[in-house]
């Protein structure tokens, strides 16, 4: 069972798949590096709204399992 994403995982997935077809950089753990420079920047509200995101995908994942306990 996959964990529910965080709201900056929405927020890197929502890029990324905007940017896909410009190919600009191909690495992932450079383009994890700037979004999160891009993140800790980024407009209280535009944060605000990853974060409902997470919390309404969160609240279904509880739904789907209610019993899910996460254990590395």
Same mark, same amino acid.
């Given at each position: 069972? =996959?964990? =529910?994403?965080?709201? &900056? *995982?929405? &927020?890197?997935?929502?890029?990324? $798949?905007?940017? +896909? ?8 753990? *450079? ?5 999160? /420079?891009?993140?800790?920047?980024? /407009? +209280? /509200?535009? +944060?605000?709204?990853?974060? !409902?995101? $997470? $919390?309404? /995908? +969160? $609240?279904?994942? !509880?739904?789907?399992? =209610?019993?899910?306990? &996460?254990? =590395?």
């Amino acid at each position: 069972i =996959p964990r =529910p994403r965080n709201a &900056f *995982m929405i &927020f890197r997935s929502a890029y990324c $798949a905007n940017v +896909k077809e410009s190919q600009v950089e191909h690495d992932h753990r *450079m383009i994890s590096k700037i979004l999160g /420079e891009v993140w800790q920047n980024l /407009e +209280k /509200e535009k +944060k605000e709204y990853y974060q !409902r995101l $997470a $919390a309404e /995908e +969160k $609240a279904a994942h !509880r739904t789907l399992y =209610p019993n899910y306990r &996460f254990s =590395p």
